[in-house]
């Protein structure tokens, strides 16, 4: 999402982010890594959901049996891309995570282009909640999708069974979602980063 200097684009990126996360969690726990707000061409971390090291990060939505992890990588860079720019926010990874309050993994949503893992492409892990001994599927594969947006997190948690905390609760999820949808970029930015086309076939073993 555009902006006029670094922090005005930030604001833009992480109001939506919020405002969605606010359908199923009372008083979301922001924080950002140093310089995060305005600080151009550094990858920075983002905690949707805070950062205590007792519970790894989850907060429980509600009254639900359920609890979420979301955490971004993005950077702040300038764009003299007319309707782009002059300053903007590009999403450079994400984990959302979905767990019972027992700790067992109901599902993943993983993308690390720049990670360790084999897999660089957007995925999906099946957490171990949700399979079967027996399932051919398990939850260490990884299930390739698009790219998944916060805003359709949230919109599956309430589809899951996670109430939602007002009536309007989709129309504000598709207010968010619109601006991402509208700027997004990450196919670009990608490629301007790591000077290689976004990974479309599976990896060589």
């Not at 999820?173 to 997004?184: G, M, Q, S, V, Y």
Request: hydrophobic share 30%.
């Amino acid at each position: 999402m555009p902006g006029s200097d670094p922090y005005s684009a930030f604001s833009a990126f992480i109001t939506p982010l919020v405002d969605a996360l606010t359908c199923v969690l009372d008083r979301p726990q922001i924080s950002v890594s140093a310089g995060g707000q305005d600080m151009v061409e550094i990858k920075h971390n983002l905690y949707l959901t805070g950062t205590k090291a007792e519970n790894d990060g989850y907060r429980r939505l509600g009254k639900s049996d359920v609890e979420l992890r979301a955490r971004m990588k993005y950077k702040i860079i300038e764009d003299g891309r007319d309707g782009y720019g002059p300053f903007r926010v590009t999403t450079r990874g994400y984990d959302y995570s979905v767990r019972k309050i027992d700790g067992t993994a109901v599902i993943d949503y993983h993308w690390h282009p720049t990670g360790k893992s084999h897999e660089l492409r957007p995925h999906i892990h099946i957490g171990s909640a949700q399979l079967r001994p027996d399932s051919i599927l398990s939850n260490k594969q990884h299930l390739l999708c698009g790219r998944v947006t916060f805003e359709a997190v949230i919109r599956n948690l309430v589809h899951q069974g996670v109430p939602p905390r007002s009536d309007d609760w989709s129309d504000l999820l598709d207010l968010c979602e619109a601006p991402h949808l509208l700027h997004r970029t990450w196919t670009h930015d990608y490629e301007k980063e790591t000077g290689q086309a976004v990974p479309m076939k599976e990896p060589e073993s």
